[in-house]
Nanobody
Framework: QVQLVESGGGLVQPGGSLRLSCAAS????????MGWYHQAPGKERELVAV???????NYADSVKGRFTISRDNARNTVYLQMNSLKPEDTAVYYC?????????????WGQGTLVTVSS
């Protein structure tokens, strides 16, 4: 059994900040790369940021310089610090993680947390 639980979404004014958290759990699995995706109404889900377990990161061009992804491997938790938020950042944000054994890998998703950037 694997699970990802997100928190931290909400309503924020343009220029404000939010910090999203995602806690992963899975018996008998190692947790590899973790990331954040978002999906706005009527649009496809797309990558926001990803981080390997060794700390290598990659970001969508639209969030570079504003968002920071980080992780705490001891707590199996990934974070997304979002600064200088814009209305176009409004979306449901989903946590993603790879749960691996020596035999197979599970690509898991959280339930999503809504971020609304509006006055």
């Amino acid at each position: 059994q694997v699970q990802l639980v997100e928190s931290g979404g909400g309503l924020v004014q343009p220029g404000g900040s939010l910090r999203l958290s995602c806690a992963a759990s899975g018996s008998h699995f190692d947790i590899g790369a973790m990331g954040w995706y978002h999906q706005a109404p009527g649009k496809e889900r797309e990558l926001v940021a990803v981080i390997t377990r060794d700390g290598i990161t990659n970001y969508a061009d639209s969030v570079k310089g504003r968002f920071t992804i980080s992780r705490d491997n001891a707590r199996n938790t990934v974070y997304l610090q979002m600064n200088s938020l814009k209305p176009e950042d409004t979306a449901v944000y989903y946590c993603n993680a790879k749960f691996t054994t020596t035999k197979f890998v599970i690509n898991a998703w959280g339930q999503g947390t809504l971020v609304t950037v509006s006055s």
